[in-house]
């Protein structure tokens, strides 16, 4: 169960279901220790797809979530996803206005697709210049806590704010006291962020700092926090008390080049675990060259093909980056000093990243690890 | 005794005799944030008069707060009776019987200049507003008001202190309705949120009990200067921790003293929730 994190959380994206659940069985097959759980979006899918995925990753993943993706609520109801003529509480027209059956049916809807946990729902904070979406989560959450249909499952505590609340003192110390506030239970806290450009690794040092304090703060109140879809951001505050961070197979990963005019060509990007972000698969095999290069043992990489020329796969590609996750989430986890892990981890990409630089391999910009001397900094008080 | 124009009653005892019936005794013990109070004595019945200044107030504005009164049944709480209306002057004004708590409260103390302690009353005062504030919070009630002069201190023992008012603040809190102009709280021990204007919360509470402990065992506020105002209060707690009462008397043992100045942070995540300060205080 979540509180028993932590973990690395794999979301179930864009892509077939088949290869997260072949991604789930072979890593728990291969690293039965690794902590891996997964992650299904509701709204995404019909009810019966969603249990149908849900049950055919609770074979192999720690624990299966169900997320309700209640942000959507403040969406169009065109826009609030497949799951929308079919899932009650996305047809509300006004969940403040009818909590109690808003929280129910977006409890039952998790636990519908069998969900091991449910999370309460929320509306995202710092998106307009009040709190009452915050006091409406937080109002959720006292219901969902309340309600019997929730059973013996545990209960996560749904939070989404944006990046700018997170990075702001006030704001973020006056959501601490209101998240220590909640009745007992963990939190499930979602960060609006503006994506990275490019497919690069999220690193804005105030927020970054932020989540680190709301995961100590939290942890010395007897809480922990999950940070889903915030990818290796995530997993650099595990030390700090958060019992997990979730990543998918990012739809970046189709991300284009910026045509001049007409379409561009796909990027195809590389997760390189050496330097804890992405590059582009062209500029490997120089890379490898590189003195200190580990070729990377995942099952996934034997059918990649880099340099220029031949197929490349977007989902082999992301499995390994998935793959990734999960060794470095045990690597940290399980470290006797997980402080000490993830700074020999950052220190050791940094070096390499050096090493890159000295041996005169010159990398597209965008594939430039900028976000190591910012997670290195982040991580070092 | 030095005389307070603010520490007068209002209504007064001969108006509340009228209104109530009469008393063998009904001694004015002083003026707080919401009415005044009175010693009562009928017969061989002593207890403690409220009067509250809010007139034709509706009975939906504390009928939560009464409710969670009349389930009190703890050492570190006051005992609620009863509550009313009593007609003056044309005007309806709400009344509560309480136990009353012979033996002075904290300010009286401080008023009289003891501030001498020993650890084994200074700990006693925090552990007996401790449990007394879990017991409120059990009931799903903030106190908002913590103050010396809202803890009593049963037959003048600080180990046994009472908490009296606790709730009655959000009362008058929620209507602007007050007939007697008084601040809801008082800043000198409020929560830096609460100065801030922000909903008080449980850890409010322990903030406030924290500064009623540092005072009363110190006999120095931790953070107020004579003449402060509540924006410069809030920036001293929020940029200057205080001073370790360690340094300042015997009066505070090392469990004490860390848990106090743990409940003094200007964060309320920082401060210690009551579990965890028990358990800090027993040294586990």
């Known amino acids: ?381 | 005794m030095v005389f307070d124009p603010l520490n007068q009653p209002v209504l007064g005892p001969d108006l509340i005799a009228e209104a109530l019936g009469a008393f063998d005794e009904l001694e004015f013990l002083g003026r707080g944030t919401f009415g005044e109070s009175y010693r009562a004595v009928r017969g061989d019945d002593e207890y403690c008069l409220k009067v509250v200044f809010y007139a034709d107030m509706p009975d939906h504005l504390w009928e939560r707060e009464i409710a969670a009164l009349s389930r009190v049944d703890h050492p570190n709480v006051v005992g609620f009776r009863t509550s009313g209306r009593a007609e003056i002057r044309g005007k309806t004004y709400p009344y509560l019987e309480c136990d009353y708590i012979n033996g002075g409260t904290v300010k009286n103390q401080l008023d009289q200049g003891r501030t001498s302690m020993t650890t084994t009353e200074t700990r006693g005062l925090l552990t007996g507003l401790l449990a007394g504030v879990a017991e409120i919070h059990d009931l799903g009630v903030l106190h908002r008001d913590i103050k010396p002069a809202n803890a009593a201190l049963g037959d003048g023992d600080w180990g046994q202190p009472v908490l009296l008012d606790f709730g009655l603040a959000r009362v008058l809190d929620m209507s602007s309705h007050t007939e007697y102009p008084a601040r809801i709280g008082t800043e000198a021990y409020m929560a830096p949120e609460q100065l801030r204007n922000q909903p008080a919360r449980r850890r409010s509470d322990m903030f406030s009990l924290a500064v009623v402990v540092y005072e009363a065992g110190s006999g120095n506020h931790p953070f107020l200067v004579p003449g402060m105002s509540a924006q410069s209060l809030h920036d001293r707690i929020q940029n200057e921790p205080p001073d370790d009462p360690r340094e300042l008397c015997e009066a505070f043992d090392d469990q004490t003293a860390e848990v106090v100045l743990r409940l003094l942070s200007y964060r309320a995540y920082e401060r210690l929730g009551i579990t965890e300060a028990f358990r800090d205080l027993e040294g586990d």
């Open chain 1, 1 to 381: 169960m979540p509180s028993r994190g932590p973990v690395f959380l794999a979301h179930q994206g864009a892509q077939a279901p088949i290869l997260l659940e072949n991604f789930l069985l072979a890593t728990a097959a291969e690293h039965p220790d690794w902590p891996v759980a997964a992650t299904v979006f509701l709204p995404r899918y019909t009810p019966a797809t969603s249990a149908e995925i849900v049950s055919n990753f609770q074979s192999s993943a720690r624990y299966v979530l169900a997320d309700p993706e209640t942000h959507r609520m403040l969406d169009p109801f065109a826009e609030r996803g497949r799951g929308r003529h079919h899932l009650g509480y996305l047809q509300e027209s006004d969940p403040r206005a009818n909590r109690q059956r808003f929280v129910d049916a977006v409890l039952r809807a998790q636990i519908e697709a069998g969900a091991d946990a449910v999370i309460s729902p929320w509306l995202t904070h710092g998106t307009r210049r009040t709190s009452a979406h915050l006091r409406a989560t937080f109002r959720f959450a006292e219901l969902a806590a309340e309600r019997a249909i929730i059973g013996d499952r545990e209960l996560l505590f749904g939070v989404a704010v944006t990046e700018d609340v997170v990075a702001d003192d006030n704001e973020r110390g006056e959501l601490i006291d209101d998240l220590v506030d909640l009745p007992e239970g963990n939190v499930y806290l979602r960060i609006q962020v503006t994506p990275p450009t490019s497919f690069g690794q999220y690193a804005v040092p105030s927020v970054l700092a932020g989540m680190r304090e709301i995961a100590r703060a939290l942890e010395a109140n007897g809480r922990r926090v999950i940070y889903p879809q915030m990818g290796l951001a995530g997993w650099l505050t595990v030390p700090d008390g958060a019992f997990g961070f979730g990543s998918g197979i990012s739809a970046s990963m189709q991300r284009f080049v910026a045509p001049a005019s007409g379409f561009g060509r796909p990027l195809e990007w590389y997760f390189l675990p050496q330097v804890l972000g992405f590059v582009l698969r062209s500029e490997v095999p120089d890379i490898s060259d590189v003195t200190g290069y580990d070729e990377c043992e995942c099952p996934y990489c034997e059918d990649l093909t880099f340099g220029i020329g031949a197929g490349w796969s977007r989902d082999v590609a992301g499995l390994h980056y998935l793959w990734w996750c999960s060794e470095l989430a045990d690597e940290v986890t399980n470290a006797p000093n997980r402080v000490a892990a993830l700074r020999d981890r950052l220190e050791a990409s940094r070096e390499f990243w050096s090493a890159i630089q000295a041996s005169r391999v010159l990398l597209d910009e965008r594939s430039e690890p900028r976000h190591l001397a910012i997670w290195s900094a982040a991580t070092a008080a």
